[in-house]
């Protein structure tokens, strides 16, 4: 079946110091990669998607590109601010299961100021 | 952008007694709705897919019997707990897929038995 391997946290980093999570995974089909953000208390928000091989989602600083040959989805982000800390989720949908998600295991960001 | 509702936001409730919670797309249709179960800094497990008009899907493991859905209307489906226990203390969070590979989540619901 589908599964996503995400990097262990906690992560914890200064202020403007650059990030990555990685993420790989496993799925019979041509998924679509996704990363959500979960900041405390809420629920989770779709932080950046992509959806076929070599693409790059970006969005409020963060990217991730989809890549088939070592089926990867790593996070990026160069200078992280104290706003980012949050848990992060690497998630992907097989295009043969109405949409549902497997997801990883979630990555605990901290920045420190 | 779509938006999901849970309510309630947290319910705290004796053992053995049975809790509602229900979710909502305001501003869209949804066939299909998924439910999570969140333990404290772990990831989302699958617990069932629920469908309008027919019978949810439940993932192993997962009791019928005990975690009832009910996908009444194309904008509505409630999980109600059962026969609470301490243990099924949890974040329970629903999603509904968009128009594209995507999935809307709700707020999620904090769940307490004491």
């Known amino acids: 079946g589908d599964s996503v391997t995400q990097m262990e946290g906690p992560v914890t980093l200064s202020e403007e110091a650059f990030l990555t999570i990685n993420c790989t995974y496993t799925a019979t089909g041509y998924p679509s990669l996704f990363w959500y953000v979960q900041y405390p208390g809420e629920g989770l928000q779709l932080l950046l998607k992509a959806t076929k091989a070599d693409d790059k989602g970006s969005n409020k600083g963060f990217e991730a590109t989809y890549r088939k040959e070592t089926t990867s989805f790593h996070l990026e982000k160069g200078s992280v601010q104290v706003s980012d800390s949050a848990v992060y989720f690497c998630a992907l949908s097989d295009s043969g299961s109405a949409r549902q998600l497997t997801f990883g295991s979630g990555t605990q960001l901290t920045v420190l100021p | ?96 897929p968009g128009s594209t590979y995507e999935q809307y989540f709700g707020p999620g619901t904090r769940l307490t038995v004491t």
């Open chain 2, 1 to 96: 952008g779509a938006v999901v509702s849970q309510h309630p936001s947290r319910v705290i409730c004796k053992s053995g007694t049975s809790v509602k919670i229900e979710c909502r797309s305001l501003d869209f249709q949804a066939t299909t709705m998924f439910w999570y179960r969140q333990f404290p800094k772990q990831s989302l497990m699958l617990m069932a897919t629920s469908n309008e008009g027919s019978k949810a899907t439940y993932e192993q493991g997962v009791e019928k019997d005990k975690f009832l859905i009910n996908h009444a209307s194309l904008t509505l489906s409630t999980l109600t707990v059962t026969s609470a226990h301490p243990e099924d203390s949890s974040f329970y969070i629903c999603s509904a």
